[in-house]
């Protein structure tokens, strides 16, 4: 069992940058491949970035890749999504998840979700 928290979503003009922190409490970090989805209002939940459980292996939606980088730090059991060029199609709730092990990219993969942080990206 593990419990995640989302923090450092706010309103940020397009081309600006945000860095988001997912807080893990419960069980060994390490144990666990992280990700980052977002859910836009009225879409279905969406991958934007997984990592591996030593940060080694990262993979990226195509709509991010090259403007986000997903990292993490299992000596504070924290995973981060660094948001650079940030598009009004980028706004979204923003949610952490985990899964034991080996990374997905798939939604339905994911059992522990945090409880999601607002992005707007004004125009």
């Known amino acids: 069992q593990v419990h995640l928290l989302e923090s450092g979503g706010g309103l940020v003009q397009a081309g600006g940058s945000l860095r988001l922190s997912c807080a893990a409490s419960?069980?060994?970090?390490?144990?666990?491949?992280m990700a980052w989805f977002r859910q836009a209002p009225g879409l279905e939940r969406e991958f934007v970035a997984v990592i591996s459980q030593n940060g080694g292996s990262t993979v990226y939606a195509a709509s991010v890749k090259g403007r986000f980088t997903i990292s993490r730090d299992n000596a504070k059991n924290t995973v981060y999504l660094q948001m650079n060029s940030l598009k009004p199609e980028d706004t979204a709730v923003y949610y952490c998840?985990?899964?034991?092990?080996?990374?997905?990219?798939?939604?339905?993969?994911?059992?522990?979700w945090g409880q999601g942080t607002q992005v707007t990206v004004s125009s």
């Open positions: 998840a985990a899964r034991p092990y080996a990374m997905n990219t798939a939604r339905t993969a994911y059992s522990y």
């Open positions: 419960g069980d060994t970090f390490n144990r666990y491949a």
